[in-house]
């Protein structure tokens, strides 16, 4: 089974509007990163976030992550039609080789 | 600065047959790890290769194999095809001994395999 889950599985705003996706794991992490890939091709590194760290911006993407609660949350403010993608995110465990291990991700639709 | 490449970009082969993929690594990365992704699902860890040899293994049968060779290019292979196969292949690339390198993997543009 994967360890992250992404929620919603599609979620579908306007321009303009922020667009919020979250993502729960189940056990310990080294670090959590944001993937996004368009039209099931290659997927495009966003941001990462240490477990020793709350929140992270980049751009208009701002992550946070709560280890208490084993979530993270990526916000896109101020989306556009070109950020229309599936977003993924994926841990990389304590202890281990950079393997990671991807949720099911959350499709994006912004209308302009 | 060359990214990650992988080919072929498309391959359909059918039930029983043999392939393999390629994958040439982002300049400068030795580290790569290869995923499999169904449709309308996540990429699962196949395997990742360092230093030619194979460090990491997912849940995967043994009729994926791999290899990485000097220059730091890979291959997957796949033997005994089934239909349950078809799948987007992703190749990603990272560099081993930098923490900040290390930890983000760069991925090709991937290859759609078909069986049929």
């Known amino acids: 089974s994967q360890q992250g889950e992404e929620d919603p599985q599609a979620l579908s705003i306007q321009e303009g509007e922020n667009a919020t996706m979250n993502c729960s794991y189940k056990?310990?992490?080294?670090?959590l990163q944001w993937y996004r890939q368009n039209s099931g091709r290659g997927l495009v590194h966003l941001i990462l976030?240490?477990?020793?760290?709350r929140e992270k911006h980049s751009g208009r993407l701002r992550v946070t992550l709560d280890t208490s609660k084993k979530s993270s949350s990526l916000l896109i403010t101020a989306s556009r039609a070109a950020d229309t993608a599936s977003y993924f995110c994926a841990t990389v465990l304590s202890g281990g080789y950079n393997k990671l291990i991807f949720g099911a991700g959350t499709r994006l639709a912004v209308h302009p | 600065d060359a990214g990650v490449t992988q080919s072929p970009t498309h391959l359909i082969k059918t039930r029983g047959q043999q392939v393999t993929l390629r994958c040439s690594p982002k300049?400068?990365?030795?580290?790569v790890s290869w995923y499999q992704q169904a449709l309308g699902q996540g990429p699962q860890f196949i395997f990742q290769y360092y230093e030619e040899e194979e460090r990491q293994r997912g849940n995967f049968p043994d009729r994926f194999s791999g290899h990485q060779f000097p220059n730091y290019s890979s291959e997957l292979n796949v033997n005994a095809l089934l239909l349950g196969d078809s799948a987007l292949y992703l190749c990603a690339s990272s560099l081993e001994g930098v923490l900040g390198a290390r930890e983000t993997q760069y991925f090709g543009p991937g290859t759609r395999l078909l069986v049929l």
């Open positions: 976030i240490r477990s020793n760290e």
């Open positions: 300049s400068g990365h030795d580290t």
């Open positions: 056990t310990s992490i080294n670090n």
